[in-house]
T-cell receptor, first 115, second 115 residues
Framework: GAGVSQTPSNKVTEKGKYVELRCDPI?????LYWYRQSLGQGPEFLIY????????DSGLPNDRFFAVRPEGSVSTLKIQRTERGDSAVYLC?????????????FGPGTRLTVL | DQQVKQNSPSLSVQEGRISILNCDYT??????FLWYKKYPAEGPTFLIS???IKDKNEDGRFTVFLNKSAKHLSLHIVPSQPGDSAVYFC??????????????WGLGTSLAVNP
């Protein structure tokens, strides 16, 4: 595809449930980022992949959050035992290479609502 | 503790006039700065960036100015158009993170350009 795609666009779940959010980066982009944006805030960094490996997961709020990128392309963000405070827009971005000057292209986001 | 600050939540300008959006930062390790534009229900779209070795970068109607000593940058849009109405985010990345160019974001400024 032409840009970063994310599915689903909206996800409503109940407290305590498990959810998976998917990101398809731009073809050929090696760097992939997940961010979370709460209402009225700027995006906050969650995790960074270079290729298949999570190079920096320091932004994940706790061990209920996990992300994978097994083939170096599609990534899945997984949230266990969801809580109401997890409600936010989850944004995925990719860039052609790692390092400075490589613009990050964002997907439209997945809006997660935990009831 | 906001490392990137956008102190104006909103700005309103007349079509054809100049829009000036401001951003301040506290982390002296930031060496790359970006402006993103965001429409509702869409992901952020890259507008323009500037490296810390420069003090100005221009792209069409958009110019970003960087004052390192003041830890301040600004985005100028001239002339402003109604289609520029959106939320503008200032973001920065740090050389301390190496190749991980995770972005640290401000809270955004909502620009309204009135016809």
């Amino acid at each position: 595809g032409a840009g970063v795609s994310q599915t689903p666009s909206n996800k409503v779940t109940e407290k305590g449930k498990y959810v998976e959010l998917r990101c398809d980066p731009i073809s050929g982009h090696t760097a992939l980022y997940w961010y979370r944006q709460s209402l009225g805030q700027g995006p906050e960094f969650l995790i960074y992949f270079q290729g298949t490996g999570a190079a920096d997961d320091s932004g994940l709020p706790n061990d209920r959050f996990f992300a994978v990128r097994p083939e170096g392309s599609v990534s899945t963000l997984k949230i266990q035992r969801t809580e109401r405070g997890d409600s936010a827009v989850y944004l995925c971005a990719s860039s052609l290479r790692q390092g400075v000057g490589n613009e990050q292209f964002f997907g439209p986001g997945t809006r997660l609502t935990v009831l | 503790d906001q490392q990137v600050k956008q102190n104006s939540p909103s700005l309103s300008v007349q079509e054809g006039r100049i829009s000036i959006l401001n951003c301040d930062y506290t982390n002296s390790m930031f060496d790359y700065f970006l402006w993103y534009k965001k429409y509702p229900a869409e992901g952020p779209t890259f507008l323009i960036s500037i490296s810390s070795i420069k003090d100005k970068n221009e792209d069409g109607r958009f110019t970003v100015f960087l004052n390192k000593s003041a830890k301040h940058l600004s985005l100028h849009i001239v002339p402003s158009q109604p289609g520029d109405s959106a939320v503008y985010f200032c973001a920065a990345s740090s050389r301390a993170a190496g190749n991980n160019r995770k972005l640290i974001w401000g809270l955004g400024t909502s620009l309204a350009v009135n016809p």
